[in-house]
Protein backbone atom coordinates (compact mmCIF):
# COMPACT_ATOMS: atom_id res chain seq x y z
CA UNK A 1 0.00 0.00 0.00
CA UNK A 2 1.50 3.73 -1.04
CA UNK A 3 1.24 6.00 1.65
CA UNK A 4 2.88 8.29 3.79
CA UNK A 5 4.52 6.93 7.61
CA UNK A 6 4.87 9.30 10.14
CA UNK A 7 6.69 8.11 13.25
CA UNK A 8 7.09 7.50 16.42
CA UNK A 9 2.70 9.26 17.17
CA UNK A 10 3.29 10.78 19.94
CA UNK A 11 7.21 12.39 21.41
CA UNK A 12 8.01 13.35 24.10
CA UNK A 13 11.28 15.64 24.94
CA UNK A 14 12.72 17.51 27.51
CA UNK A 15 13.29 21.46 26.77
CA UNK A 16 16.53 22.22 25.15
CA UNK A 17 17.10 18.83 23.52
CA UNK A 18 16.70 18.92 19.44
CA UNK A 19 14.38 16.00 18.38
CA UNK A 20 13.80 15.05 14.63
CA UNK A 21 10.64 13.75 13.06
CA UNK A 22 10.51 11.12 10.46
CA UNK A 23 8.54 11.36 7.28
CA UNK A 24 8.66 8.80 4.58
CA UNK A 25 6.49 8.39 1.36
CA UNK A 26 6.00 5.59 -0.95
CA UNK A 27 4.49 7.42 -3.43
CA UNK A 28 7.40 8.30 -5.84
CA UNK A 29 5.89 12.00 -5.12
CA UNK A 30 8.78 14.74 -5.39
CA UNK A 31 7.13 17.32 -3.28
CA UNK A 32 7.17 17.27 0.06
CA UNK A 33 5.94 19.38 2.81
CA UNK A 34 5.94 20.12 7.09
CA UNK A 35 3.36 21.68 8.41
CA UNK A 36 2.46 22.00 12.52
CA UNK A 37 -1.19 22.04 14.06
CA UNK A 38 -1.82 24.45 17.28
CA UNK A 39 -5.13 23.91 18.90
CA UNK A 40 -7.55 26.17 17.28
CA UNK A 41 -5.68 27.14 14.57
CA UNK A 42 -5.19 26.07 11.24
CA UNK A 43 -1.81 24.25 9.58
CA UNK A 44 1.20 26.28 9.12
CA UNK A 45 3.60 25.83 6.68
CA UNK A 46 7.18 24.92 8.08
CA UNK A 47 9.53 23.95 5.22
CA UNK A 48 9.33 22.24 2.02
CA UNK A 49 10.77 20.42 -0.87
CA UNK A 50 10.25 20.43 -4.61
CA UNK A 51 12.92 18.12 -5.06
CA UNK A 52 15.54 15.99 -3.60
CA UNK A 53 18.39 17.82 -2.24
CA UNK A 54 16.57 21.11 -2.27
CA UNK A 55 14.10 22.93 0.33
CA UNK A 56 12.89 26.52 0.89
CA UNK A 57 11.48 27.86 4.45
CA UNK A 58 7.81 28.08 4.95
CA UNK A 59 6.07 31.10 7.06
CA UNK A 60 7.19 29.75 10.18
CA UNK A 61 11.21 27.92 9.82
CA UNK A 62 12.89 29.61 12.41
CA UNK A 63 13.62 27.08 14.91
CA UNK A 64 13.05 24.04 12.71
CA UNK A 65 15.46 22.21 10.18
CA UNK A 66 14.70 19.76 7.36
CA UNK A 67 17.22 17.80 4.84
CA UNK A 68 16.16 16.13 1.48
CA UNK A 69 18.57 13.66 0.54
CA UNK A 70 16.50 10.55 -0.54
CA UNK A 71 13.20 11.37 -2.90
CA UNK A 72 11.23 9.02 -0.23
CA UNK A 73 12.52 11.14 2.99
CA UNK A 74 11.75 14.20 4.41
CA UNK A 75 12.46 14.58 8.25
CA UNK A 76 12.26 17.50 10.37
CA UNK A 77 14.22 18.58 13.24
CA UNK A 78 13.04 20.67 16.17
CA UNK A 79 15.52 22.29 17.78
CA UNK A 80 16.02 24.14 21.04
CA UNK A 81 16.10 27.53 19.68
CA UNK A 82 12.30 26.58 18.77
CA UNK A 83 10.30 28.48 21.52
CA UNK A 84 7.03 26.56 21.57
CA UNK A 85 7.87 23.38 20.12
CA UNK A 86 4.60 21.53 21.66
CA UNK A 87 2.18 21.16 18.61
CA UNK A 88 0.86 18.37 15.99
CA UNK A 89 3.50 17.96 12.97
CA UNK A 90 1.97 16.70 9.78
CA UNK A 91 3.77 15.83 6.46
CA UNK A 92 2.68 16.02 3.33
CA UNK A 93 3.36 14.82 -0.18
CA UNK A 94 2.23 15.83 -3.43
CA UNK A 95 3.50 14.36 -6.98
CA UNK A 96 5.21 17.69 -7.81
CA UNK A 97 4.82 20.96 -6.27
CA UNK A 98 2.40 23.12 -7.77
CA UNK A 99 -1.12 24.25 -7.74
CA UNK A 100 -2.15 21.72 -10.12
CA UNK A 101 -1.21 18.84 -7.31
CA UNK A 102 -3.55 17.35 -5.03
CA UNK A 103 -1.37 17.03 -1.05
CA UNK A 104 -1.42 13.78 0.52
CA UNK A 105 -1.37 13.88 4.55
CA UNK A 106 0.46 11.52 7.08
CA UNK A 107 -1.14 10.61 10.22
CA UNK A 108 0.87 13.24 11.82
CA UNK A 109 3.61 13.18 15.05
CA UNK A 110 2.27 14.80 18.36
CA UNK A 111 5.07 16.44 20.45
CA UNK A 112 4.99 17.71 23.43
CA UNK A 113 8.32 18.98 25.28
CA UNK A 114 8.84 20.00 28.73
CA UNK B 1 -2.69 39.13 2.52
CA UNK B 2 -3.75 35.73 1.67
CA UNK B 3 -6.11 34.12 4.48
CA UNK B 4 -8.92 32.05 4.92
CA UNK B 5 -11.68 32.29 8.23
CA UNK B 6 -14.00 29.88 9.26
CA UNK B 7 -16.78 29.85 11.27
CA UNK B 8 -16.26 29.09 14.99
CA UNK B 9 -16.59 25.93 16.78
CA UNK B 10 -17.71 23.58 17.77
CA UNK B 11 -20.51 23.26 16.09
CA UNK B 12 -22.86 20.51 17.68
CA UNK B 13 -26.27 18.49 16.13
CA UNK B 14 -28.13 16.03 16.17
CA UNK B 15 -28.11 12.97 13.61
CA UNK B 16 -29.75 13.81 10.63
CA UNK B 17 -29.39 17.58 10.79
CA UNK B 18 -28.22 19.93 8.37
CA UNK B 19 -24.99 20.65 8.54
CA UNK B 20 -23.63 24.48 7.15
CA UNK B 21 -19.83 25.09 8.03
CA UNK B 22 -19.35 28.79 7.03
CA UNK B 23 -15.70 29.54 4.80
CA UNK B 24 -14.42 33.11 3.87
CA UNK B 25 -11.01 34.05 1.97
CA UNK B 26 -8.95 36.75 0.87
CA UNK B 27 -6.59 36.21 -1.94
CA UNK B 28 -4.50 38.01 -4.13
CA UNK B 29 -5.13 35.85 -7.33
CA UNK B 30 -6.93 33.46 -8.41
CA UNK B 31 -7.55 30.18 -5.86
CA UNK B 32 -8.64 26.81 -5.72
CA UNK B 33 -10.41 26.26 -2.65
CA UNK B 34 -10.37 22.77 -0.47
CA UNK B 35 -12.06 20.87 2.66
CA UNK B 36 -10.24 18.39 4.46
CA UNK B 37 -11.64 16.40 7.03
CA UNK B 38 -9.56 15.24 10.09
CA UNK B 39 -10.75 12.26 12.09
CA UNK B 40 -9.86 12.08 15.93
CA UNK B 41 -5.68 11.40 16.19
CA UNK B 42 -5.68 11.73 12.19
CA UNK B 43 -3.77 13.07 9.53
CA UNK B 44 -6.03 15.40 7.07
CA UNK B 45 -7.86 13.65 4.08
CA UNK B 46 -8.91 15.97 1.31
CA UNK B 47 -12.91 15.82 1.33
CA UNK B 48 -13.08 18.07 -1.96
CA UNK B 49 -11.94 20.84 -3.97
CA UNK B 50 -13.04 23.13 -6.87
CA UNK B 51 -10.92 25.58 -9.01
CA UNK B 52 -12.87 27.84 -10.24
CA UNK B 53 -15.73 30.17 -9.74
CA UNK B 54 -19.23 28.49 -9.54
CA UNK B 55 -17.52 25.22 -9.49
CA UNK B 56 -19.20 22.89 -7.03
CA UNK B 57 -17.34 19.90 -5.22
CA UNK B 58 -19.04 16.97 -3.67
CA UNK B 59 -18.02 14.15 -1.84
CA UNK B 60 -20.03 11.14 0.86
CA UNK B 61 -22.63 14.08 0.65
CA UNK B 62 -21.15 16.85 1.65
CA UNK B 63 -20.83 20.42 -1.33
CA UNK B 64 -19.55 23.54 -1.45
CA UNK B 65 -19.73 25.82 -4.29
CA UNK B 66 -16.95 28.04 -4.99
CA UNK B 67 -18.74 31.72 -4.90
CA UNK B 68 -16.12 34.51 -6.14
CA UNK B 69 -18.91 37.51 -5.70
CA UNK B 70 -19.13 36.78 -2.23
CA UNK B 71 -15.47 35.01 -1.46
CA UNK B 72 -16.79 32.23 0.05
CA UNK B 73 -17.01 28.36 -0.14
CA UNK B 74 -19.33 26.68 2.64
CA UNK B 75 -19.74 23.23 3.32
CA UNK B 76 -23.28 21.84 3.55
CA UNK B 77 -24.44 18.82 4.14
CA UNK B 78 -27.95 17.57 3.94
CA UNK B 79 -28.22 14.93 6.62
CA UNK B 80 -25.15 14.58 8.87
CA UNK B 81 -24.21 11.04 10.69
CA UNK B 82 -22.57 10.23 14.18
CA UNK B 83 -19.55 9.30 11.63
CA UNK B 84 -19.30 12.69 10.60
CA UNK B 85 -18.02 14.10 13.92
CA UNK B 86 -14.67 15.79 12.97
CA UNK B 87 -12.45 18.48 12.28
CA UNK B 88 -12.95 20.35 8.60
CA UNK B 89 -10.54 23.00 7.32
CA UNK B 90 -11.15 24.93 4.98
CA UNK B 91 -8.13 25.73 2.71
CA UNK B 92 -7.29 27.67 -0.32
CA UNK B 93 -4.23 27.41 -2.78
CA UNK B 94 -2.73 29.71 -5.45
CA UNK B 95 -2.48 29.44 -9.17
CA UNK B 96 0.64 31.10 -10.86
CA UNK B 97 4.28 29.58 -11.71
CA UNK B 98 5.60 31.60 -9.06
CA UNK B 99 3.73 30.22 -6.29
CA UNK B 100 3.81 26.98 -4.48
CA UNK B 101 2.03 24.40 -3.54
CA UNK B 102 1.62 25.57 -0.47
CA UNK B 103 -2.21 25.51 1.47
CA UNK B 104 -3.13 27.83 3.30
CA UNK B 105 -5.64 26.85 5.96
CA UNK B 106 -8.69 28.21 7.87
CA UNK B 107 -8.27 27.65 11.73
CA UNK B 108 -10.62 24.55 11.61
CA UNK B 109 -14.14 23.82 13.15
CA UNK B 110 -14.92 20.85 15.41
CA UNK B 111 -18.44 18.86 14.57
CA UNK B 112 -19.88 17.16 17.03
CA UNK B 113 -22.71 14.85 16.32
CA UNK B 114 -25.11 13.31 18.99
CA UNK B 115 -27.25 10.23 18.16
Known amino acids: DGGITQSPKYLFRKEGQNVTLSCEQNLNHDAMYWYRQDPGQGLRLIYY???????QKGDIAEGYSVSREKKESFPLTVTSAQKNPTAFYLC?????????????FGPGTRLTVT | GNSVTQMEGPVTLSEEAFLTINCTYT??????LFWYVQYPGEGLQLLLK?????DKGSNKGFEATYRKETTSFHLEKGSVQVSDSAVYFC??????????????FGQGTTLQVKP
Open chain 2, 27 to 32: ATGYPS
Open chain 2, 91 to 104: ALRLYGSSNTGKLI
Open chain 2, 50 to 54: ATKAD
Open chain 1, 49 to 55: SQIVNDF
Open chain 1, 92 to 104: ASSIKDGDLYEQY
